[in-house]
């Protein structure tokens, strides 16, 4: 099998890899009021469950780091996600109140393992191609998620069990999952780091812009999740109805953004990319926090869609790029602030709107996505972020060595 053959087939692995974490995500999160009559789970103890599944993704992400350096991530990927599928399914099918917590803590123990894995093998890929790829990537995570939302729907409407909504998605998309797995790439690097091992002595001060870019994105993601549909019922007074459309208007653009997103990167660059991102999604907060209606309110939404989609997937890229040869580490280490963010941004703002209003808890979200303008430069220079052009090809003593071939397909 050529070289190029294979990274394609492995591209389309993973980003089935992605498309099926985001179905399995989104039929968890967005049937928590079915989890919670079918368990019995008190409003006060609600949060406790909530916050577990972050909290277990983080350990197992810092596990992961450590697993990688003795195991494939594409073995770790390989059966990760079947686990979360799995414990997806546990979620629906039991009664008692231990049944959810402990399918709630393999969950969440298992989304750490494949959220790491799966990011380190798309930024190793994206080495490997020589060009951006990683937003496609996190297009079909956000596409999975669409799907998996509107199959949750489907089980509201229809008033089925939990256990009877999750299997349809569970039986199509494993053993899909599984088939694909035997084309994963792993893609390793050639040379030592700076520390003898790859990770530089100084390379928690290096990463930790990222760190907080990767925080203040979520924190922001997580305010259009947890309170999109209450913003625009409560403050700018839209039926029940309308108020369930901010969310899917923002997963929708966060969508066609990532779709779209790869070709910005090749031709601007990942800083001009992520600076332009970060002014839009600001500019959608502050659309939101003074719009004096729903349908100005649901435009607000939609800027936050846009311009939030490429921070994510480029923050990862960017951690690659900074650290070549300790990729996988740095992706570890990165991803654990994607649940930190998950983590503060719901009871952040809400904190906020109780204690003062909410249209004043939507601009804490807008100044801390603008503190990604801060630290833009960290996304590389514009002409290493922008992989494929004369400069990266002739740099490929690390491209190339990362690909084992660097060929762009």
């Given at each position: 099998?050529t070289?190029?053959?294979?990274?394609?087939r492995?591209r389309g692995a993973?980003g089935?890899?992605f498309f099926?974490?985001?179905?399995?995500?989104?039929l968890?999160?967005t049937?928590?009021?079915?989890?919670?009559?079918?368990y019995?789970i008190s409003?006060?103890?609600?949060?406790?469950?909530?916050?577990?599944?972050?909290?277990?993704?983080?350990?197992?992400?810092?596990?992961?780091?450590?697993?990688?350096?003795?195991?494939?991530?594409?073995?770790?990927?390989?059966?990760?996600?079947?686990?979360?599928?799995?414990?997806?399914?546990?979620?629906?099918?039991?009664s008692?109140m231990?049944?959810?917590?402990?399918?709630?803590?393999?969950?969440?123990?298992?989304?750490?393992?494949?959220?790491a894995?799966?990011?380190m093998?798309?930024?190793?890929?994206q080495?490997?191609?020589?060009?951006?790829?990683?937003l496609?990537?996190?297009?079909?995570?956000?596409?999975?998620g669409?799907?998996?939302a509107s199959a949750?729907?489907?089980?509201?409407?229809w008033h089925l069990?939990?256990?009877?909504?999750?299997?349809?998605?569970?039986?199509?998309?494993l053993?899909?999952a599984?088939?694909?797995?035997?084309y994963?790439?792993?893609?390793?690097?050639?040379?030592?780091?700076?520390?003898?091992?790859?990770?530089?002595?100084?390379?928690?001060r290096l990463?930790?812009?990222?760190?907080?870019?990767?925080?203040?994105?979520y924190i922001?993601?997580?305010?259009?999740?947890n309170w999109?549909?209450k913003y625009?019922?409560?403050?700018?007074g839209s039926?029940?109805?309308?108020a369930?459309?901010?969310y899917n208007?923002y997963?929708v653009?966060?969508?066609?953004?990532?779709?779209?997103?790869?070709?910005?990167?090749r031709?601007?660059g990942?800083?001009?990319?992520v600076?332009?991102?970060?002014?839009?999604?600001a500019?959608?907060?502050?659309?939101?926090?003074?719009a004096?209606?729903?349908w100005v309110?649901?435009?607000?939404?939609?800027?936050?869609g846009?311009?939030?989609c490429?921070?994510?997937?480029?923050?990862?890229a960017?951690?690659?790029?900074?650290?070549?040869?300790?990729?996988?580490?740095a992706?570890a280490?990165?991803?654990?602030?994607?649940?930190?963010?998950?983590?503060?941004?719901?009871?952040?703002?809400?904190?906020?709107?109780?204690?003062?209003?909410?249209?004043?808890?939507?601009?804490?979200?807008?100044?801390?996505?603008?503190?990604?303008?801060?630290?833009?430069?960290?996304?590389?220079?514009?002409?290493?972020?922008?992989?494929g052009?004369?400069?990266?090809r002739?740099a490929?003593?690390?491209?190339?060595d990362?690909?084992?071939g660097?060929?762009?397909?």
């Amino acid at each position: 099998m050529t070289d190029d053959v294979r990274l394609r087939r492995g591209r389309g692995a993973l980003g089935f890899s992605f498309f099926a974490q985001g179905v399995a995500f989104a039929l968890l999160v967005t049937r928590i009021p079915a989890i919670q009559d079918q368990y019995g789970i008190s409003d006060g103890l609600l949060p406790a469950f909530l916050a577990a599944v972050p909290v277990l993704a983080g350990v197992s992400s810092v596990a992961t780091e450590h697993l990688v350096k003795r195991v494939a991530p594409s073995s770790v990927l390989r059966w990760a996600q079947p686990v979360v599928l799995l414990a997806l399914l546990g979620v629906g099918a039991g009664s008692r109140m231990w049944h959810v917590a402990v399918a709630l803590g393999v969950f969440g123990l298992a989304v750490g393992a494949l959220d790491a894995s799966m990011n380190m093998l798309g930024v190793s890929l994206q080495r490997a191609y020589g060009r951006s790829i990683m937003l496609g990537f996190h297009a079909a995570y956000s596409l999975g998620g669409i799907l998996g939302a509107s199959a949750a729907w489907a089980g509201a409407h229809w008033h089925l069990a939990l256990f009877t909504g999750y299997l349809p998605a569970v039986v199509v998309v494993l053993p899909l999952a599984l088939a694909g797995s035997r084309y994963y790439v792993d893609t390793k690097s050639g040379g030592a780091g700076e520390a003898g091992e790859g990770w530089p002595a100084r390379g928690g001060r290096l990463l930790l812009p990222l760190c907080l870019v990767m925080a203040c994105a979520y924190i922001g993601d997580s305010t259009v999740a947890n309170w999109s549909a209450k913003y625009l019922q409560d403050v700018l007074g839209s039926s029940e109805q309308l108020a369930t459309v901010p969310y899917n208007v923002y997963m929708v653009t966060t969508l066609v953004g990532r779709a779209v997103g790869d070709l910005g990167v090749r031709r601007f660059g990942a800083v001009a990319v992520v600076r332009c991102g970060a002014v839009v999604a600001a500019g959608g907060f502050a659309v939101v926090a003074v719009a004096p209606g729903a349908w100005v309110g649901m435009l607000g939404f939609t800027l936050l869609g846009t311009g939030l989609c490429v921070i994510v997937p480029q923050t990862f890229a960017a951690a690659g790029r900074l650290f070549p040869y300790a990729s996988d580490t740095a992706v570890a280490r990165l991803n654990i602030f994607n649940y930190v963010g998950f983590l503060v941004g719901s009871p952040l703002v809400g904190g906020i709107g109780d204690a003062w209003n909410y249209r004043g808890a939507m601009v804490v979200p807008m100044a801390l996505v603008l503190v990604t303008l801060l630290y833009a430069r960290s996304f590389g220079t514009a002409d290493r972020a922008r992989y494929g052009v004369p400069h990266e090809r002739r740099a490929g003593d690390r491209a190339v060595d990362v690909g084992r071939g660097g060929n762009e397909v």
